[in-house]
């Protein structure tokens, strides 16, 4: 049915029918979140350094509200403090997924960055994940009147001359009918979003997104809230453990950075006047993604000074996400 962007509600006299309601709260396994520490702690190890990776919230398909487990997808690109989800990425996710499950949101950590909140990018990527998981969430939230300005009733023997008539006509069997109340299903759905970091911390936020299927309504809106967790006794497995560290390492990989690199980088971004410094030392510019003009550099300057320590160290904790 086409959308008649005009109506409008009047918000005195229309009335609205609460129906069913959307979560607020995270309703999670311990399981699910164990596993989430358990992919941070196997990241670090595995590439001895903290990165930004991010999963999948998933839910069964007949219980969308309930997050049971973390899934990887394929990470386009994991730098420090960097995480950027793509549609492409998302929906070949869900095509590997199983038929009984659905995402129904998206957790991703900031490593061991202290930045306890979600960034720019994270509300880009929320918005994302939302539009994929929308459809999967979406349930009838609300029956609200439509009060049509100009209402043209008619009965079935109307006219051309009768159509010309009011703003929206409806059409009954019956002449005695003249009150007639008209009212929208609005849907609404929901999208999880949980960030983590290395010493344990969360945070999260459910974004809905409402839809009003006549007039056009749209919302969208993101609230903080709770996790409310829900003790199943099931705890990661050996062989699970085995099976995320291969994962990780097919899945989540760092961004072409070497050590050198990474020092390079963080020297550059973080620190403008060392930067100038260490140049003026080094007399030439150096090429990030030369290598060996990397770690030639290096030594040279650990040999000549011990200052870039500092600003390496300082770089990690002063970065941006
Ligand atoms: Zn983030």
Request: charged share 30%.
């Amino acid at each position: 049915m086409a959308r008649i962007k005009s109506l409008e509600y009047l918000k005195k006299d229309s009335k609205s029918i609460q129906l069913e309601t959307l979560p607020i709260n995270i309703s999670i396994y311990d399981y699910a979140l164990e596993k989430a520490y358990k992919i941070n702690e196997l990241v670090k190890k595995n590439y001895h350094s903290s990165y930004e990776w991010y999963g999948y919230l998933l839910g069964k398909k007949e219980n969308p509200e309930v997050v049971i487990d973390i899934g990887l997808g394929k990470n386009k690109e994991n730098g420090y403090a960097y995480t950027k989800i793509s549609e492409e990425d998302i929906a070949k996710f869900i095509d590997e997924l199983s038929k009984d499950l659905i995402i129904n949101g998206w957790i991703h950590s900031h490593g061991n960055l202290n930045y306890r909140h979600f960034s720019g990018t994270d509300e880009e990527n929320m918005k994302k994940v939302l539009n994929f998981v929308s459809p999967l969430t979406k349930r009838p939230i609300q029956k609200r009147e439509i009060i049509i300005k100009n209402l043209n009733i008619v009965d079935e023997n109307y006219n051309i001359e009768d159509l010309k008539k009011g703003s929206v006509t409806v059409v009954v069997n019956n002449k005695e009918t003249k009150n007639i109340k008209i009212f929208e299903t609005i849907y609404g759905s929901f999208s999880y979003n949980i960030v983590i970091g290395d010493e344990g911390w969360n945070e999260k936020s459910i974004a809905y997104e409402e839809k009003g299927v006549l007039t056009g309504y749209y919302k969208i809106q993101t609230k903080p809230c709770e996790l409310e967790m829900i003790l199943t006794g099931k705890k990661l497995r050996k062989d699970e453990i085995r099976k995320l560290k291969g994962e990780i390492k097919e899945k989540i990989k760092p961004y072409s950075f070497t050590y050198y690199q990474k020092r390079y980088w963080f020297f550059n971004w973080n620190n403008d006047w060392r930067n100038k410094l260490f140049r003026r030392e080094n007399q030439e510019n150096i090429n990030p993604l030369d290598v060996n003009n990397q770690i030639s550099k290096n030594n040279q300057t650990e040999q000549s000074s011990s200052k870039p320590e500092q600003p390496n160290q300082e770089g990690e904790n002063g970065r941006k996400t």
